[in-house]
């Protein structure tokens, strides 16, 4: 009597002559001894002479039987080994966040923005006293023309926001080019030769009032775009790079305004680089489709809410709640960097006044203004990566040690401005006009 194990393996050995695809991965065949050999070939007889005798009846019964027996004897299921390209692929999920090559073109874009923006708040300051003699307006109208446009700066740096929430990065750029151009042009119209004083004084002044308006647009969006377009390595350099562009350019008037001889001429040449810097507005984009860090992927709290929050008035489980001690850390952050802002806008605007009485002319006065600004670029350019990498965890130190610094420097000034023209020996050096009186 054939023993089960060699019935199984001579029916393996049938199907394998039939070619039916075998169900699961062969294994290893093992070593067959002689004697178990001759059984097989022995069941291999029985059962083909079984199959040749027998009905059709006994055929079947015995298919059934011989289904059974196969059935009953299960192969040992191999588990299938994926590919190593696919065991990588399942542990390493792909990132949800994506950085484009096309930010650089938009950061380029808002740089030069920026840069010519920041041309007019300068520009009359080391030519002051040619303004008044030109166009016949007193000192006082001439410092006007820089101070109107941080009054005009100050009340649209609010509306700003909320025009960047609503249309987004693109919208608001095109809304500050237009003003930027329109504002050259009507502040070249204002010198026309053919009009008075007050129609003169009328139109440029209107031009500063719209250059106001338009400056915010590129520096109110300059951490937003930061934000929206790049990671967290480069975040706060492109920051520096567009909040620094704009006294960039502020350095660059004061060397250019004076170099020209001409009021009027200088005029129009603020108005060609408004016009020619005009059009970098189109090249910046709203966002990137896939945004570069998850903060950039949620949706910023309203400006509203920041008030609110500095009012103590958000509650605790808001995203935009400060605590006491954050309130009272921004609070002296803004005064800080208020009242920095407001010595050097006001040094950039008096150039020509502080300096002209110690016989300095207006390409000194202007070139004192624009060292003022480009050294400060330059250290802003070299202490950015070191916030940015080094000292992340040490802003605050940071400030505590260079403001008074500053305070000290500034300070100084008082009595280096009296020793700068003693020896009235030296006619070449101390000479100069007295400035025209305010009227």
């Known amino acids: 009597m054939l023993s089960l194990e060699t019935l199984t393996w001579a029916m393996s050995e049938i199907l394998h002559v039939l070619q039916l695809p075998p169900r699961s991965a062969p294994a290893a065949i093992p070593l067959i001894s002689p004697r178990r050999h001759r059984e097989a070939i022995s069941a291999a007889g029985c059962l083909d002479a ?22 009953s004897v299960s192969p040992v299921q191999i588990p299938t080994i994926p590919p190593p390209t696919e065991v990588a692929s399942h ?27 920041g041309m007019s708040n300068p520009w009359f300051g080391p030519i002051a006293s040619n303004m008044g003699r030109d166009f016949g307006f007193s000192l006082d109208k001439v410092n006007w023309l820089g101070n109107v446009i941080n009054l005009t700066y100050l009340p649209f740096s609010f509306i700003i926001p909320f025009i960047c929430t609503r249309w987004g990065l693109h919208i608001t750029s095109y809304f500050g080019a237009f003003f930027l151009l329109i504002s050259a042009w009507i502040r070249y119209a204002g010198t026309a030769r053919s009009l008075t004083e007050h129609g003169a004084y009328g139109l440029i002044i209107t031009g500063q009032i719209l250059s106001g308006i338009a400056q915010p647009a590129f520096q109110v969006i300059g951490p937003l775009y930061s934000e ?32 020209v001889n001409n009021t ?63 309130r009272l850390d921004f609070a002296i952050i803004t005064l800080i960097f208020g009242v920095l802002v407001g010595v050097v806008t006001s040094f950039t ?29 330059v250290a802003a350019a070299i202490t950015s990566p070191l916030f940015d990498r080094v000292l992340t965890r040490h802003l605050a130190i940071t400030c505590k040690i260079l ?10 000034l008082i009595w280096t401005g009296k020793s700068l023209c003693t020896d009235l020996s030296h006619p070449r050096t101390c000479s100069h006009t007295p400035p025209i009186p305010c009227i």
């Not at 040749?52 to 019964?61: A, L, P, Q, V």
């Not at 930010?103 to 923005?113: H, N, Q, S, T, W």
């Not at 502080?354 to 207006?362: I, K, L, M, T």
């Open 264 to 326: 009027r001429t200088s005029i129009l040449i603020m108005g060609i680089i408004a016009t020619g810097a005009s059009p970098f507005a189109i090249f910046v984009g709203r966002a990137p489709p896939t945004p570069p860090t998850h903060a950039a992927a949620r949706k910023n709290p309203p400006f509203m809410a920041l008030v609110r929050a500095m009012a103590g008035l958000e509650p605790p489980t808001s995203g935009s709640y400060m605590s006491p001690r954050e």
């Open 349 to 377: 605007i008096l150039t020509d006044q502080d300096f002209g009485p110690y016989g300095y002319s207006s390409d000194i006065s202007g070139l004192m203004g624009a060292a003022l600004l480009l050294c400060g670029l």
């Open 91 to 117: 542990h390493a999920q792909p990132s949800p966040y994506r950085l484009y090559k096309r930010r650089y073109i938009g950061l380029v874009a808002l740089v030069v923005l920026n840069f010519v923006g």
């Open 403 to 412: 403001c008074p610094i500053l305070g000290g420097m500034w300070l100084s």
């Open 50 to 71: 079984s199959m040749d005798n027998t009905s059709d009846h006994s055929i079947k019964t015995h298919a059934d039987d011989t289904s059974h027996v196969m059935t």
């Open 228 to 259: 929206t377009w790049f990671d967290l390595k480069a975040r706060t350099t492109v920051t520096m790079i567009l909040s620094v562009a704009n006294p960039i350019g502020g350095a660059i008037a004061q060397v250019i305004s004076p170099a």
